[in-house]
């Protein structure tokens, strides 16, 4: 198979890499590699959405995959998840995408401004329609997710987040990964380990060894499922 694994940073796939075979490196962002017998493209686009759709669509320009794999650690506002546990992302949508009406939030949705797309939509909603699915990606949780520019640190916006979609993770790039995937037809699949809780910044109680060591064994046994 050829597939895309795309992750915002080095730092979150680099052990998952030393069981690929390295060939070379296309373009400062993108690098190949062989798995088994799997052709792997990885892009590491830098952190947010901006860099993901940009160097998401550039590669896409040039090359189709049977598969994408997001790669990743995430916050929760879900306290059933625990720290270090590896989610399934389903759906996902740009929390922040919108304007503001006093102390209320208008979505595009809100404001008429979403058309038609090529996929299912629901109230300003990704769902991942066309997922990578097998045996073992049926064992881990189904989870929603925001994806923001800003990463929620305090109360107020904690709680009005909450309230607006009530997400149970969010990251910084899933939905630029979706949007693009989706609309490509490409079947795809956002995989996330849990580094935090979403709370007022504590990096004490953030646990990215874990988070990293147990992603890169998710990520493994997904590629040994193809």
Not at 38 to 51: A, C, F, K, R, S
Not at 142 to 157: F, M, P, R, W, Y
Not at 201 to 225: F, M, Y
Request: charged share 25%; glycine share 6%.
């Amino acid at each position: 198979m050829t597939i895309l694994i795309v992750s915002a940073t080095y730092l979150e796939i680099e052990p998952l890499l030393t069981h690929f075979n390295f060939v070379e490196q296309t373009n400062q962002k993108l690098r190949k590699y062989t798995y088994k017998n799997h052709q792997i493209d990885v892009l590491i686009p830098g952190v947010g959405m901006t860099y993901t759709a940009y160097w998401l669509g550039k590669t896409l320009t040039s090359k189709m995959y049977d598969a994408a794999i997001n790669l990743g650690l995430a916050g929760t506002f879900d306290e059933a998840i625990k720290i270090g546990e590896v989610v399934n992302v389903s759906s996902d949508r740009i929390a922040e995408l919108g304007a503001e009406d006093g102390e209320k939030f208008l979505s595009l949705f809100d404001m008429d401004l979403i058309e038609d797309e090529d996929f299912s939509l629901q109230n300003g909603e990704m769902i991942n329609t066309i997922p990578v699915e097998n045996e073992w990606t049926k064992t881990l949780q189904k989870v929603s997710a925001i994806t923001v520019n800003t990463t929620h640190g305090d109360e107020l916006s904690i709680s009005k987040v909450k309230e607006l979609f009530n997400p149970q993770v969010e990251t910084m790039e899933g939905a630029a990964f979706f949007y693009a995937c989706l609309l490509e037809g490409i079947s795809c699949i956002q995989l996330r380990a849990i580094s935090n809780k979403v709370e007022r910044r504590n990096k004490e109680n953030w646990d990215i060894k874990l988070a990293v060591q147990n992603l890169t064994q998710a990520s493994l046994k997904l590629l040994n499922e193809f």
